[in-house]
T-cell receptor, first 114, second 109 residues
């Protein structure tokens, strides 16, 4: 199993550009989520999904969109990048059949918006 | 926002010393997790505690969930350089996870 994979690993965007961060998992996990990690602030939940076709907002959803058309993939879209979105982005997945969740994290995408 | 505060923020100790990291909140959580994160990598789950008062041990690491399910502690006995990293606590309610800001631990040989 590859686990949770994220692409790209690094990205530089100009203000106003759009892009999609990719996340995929091969563990048949129902639950997937996106976080951003800023210095001194831990991880903050952006969006999450408890299964294909179902998404919901986390703590900091503004400026980001998600969709979940398959169990495996959970892309995060930045519609119009802003310097405040400079951060490291992590995708995670877990089963929901078992409680509590045990999240597996991807290696992260480091995004810089200039 | 359900805030989790971790203390201390930074800890630098000698190999062989003991240490405790605290994770406190005014919110009640269904479960609480501890992660360790190395530079340039994603967090890795160490343990999940669910029941108030629960204590779990993982080799030299002891985790405790407060009776009221609002706080937790991580105690490391005889720390080793391999324990160096960022330790994060995370509380879960209704499918959402709330992370503390982390404790950066450095264990010197």
């Amino acid at each position: 199993n590859a686990g949770v994979t994220q692409t790209p690993k690094f990205q530089v965007l100009k203000t106003g550009q759009s892009m999609t961060l990719q996340c995929a998992q091969d563990m048949n996990h129902e639950y997937m989520s996106w976080y951003r990690q800023d210095p001194g602030m831990g991880l903050r939940l952006i969006h999450y999904s408890v299964g294909a076709g179902i998404t919901d907002q986390g703590e900091v959803p503004n400026g980001y969109n998600v969709s979940r058309s398959t169990t495996e993939d959970f892309p995060l879209r930045l519609l119009s990048a802003a310097p405040s979105q400079t951060s490291v982005y992590f995708c995670a997945s877990s089963y929901t059949r078992d409680s509590p969740y045990e999240q597996y994290f991807g290696p992260g995408t480091r995004l810089t918006v200039t | 926002t359900q805030l989790l505060e971790q203390s201390p923020q930074f800890l630098s100790i000698q190999e062989g010393e003991n240490l405790t990291v605290y994770c406190n909140s005014s919110s009640v959580f269904s479960s609480l997790q501890w992660y360790r994160q190395e530079p340039g990598e994603g967090p890795v789950l160490l343990v999940t505690v669910v029941t108030g008062g629960e204590v779990k041990k993982l080799k030299r690491l002891t985790f405790q969930f407060g009776d009221a399910r609002k706080d937790s502690s991580l105690h490391i006995t005889a720390a080793q350089p391999g324990d160096t990293g960022l330790y994060l606590c995370a509380g879960e309610n209704f499918n959402k996870f709330y992370f503390g800001s982390g404790t950066k631990l450095n264990v010197k040989p």
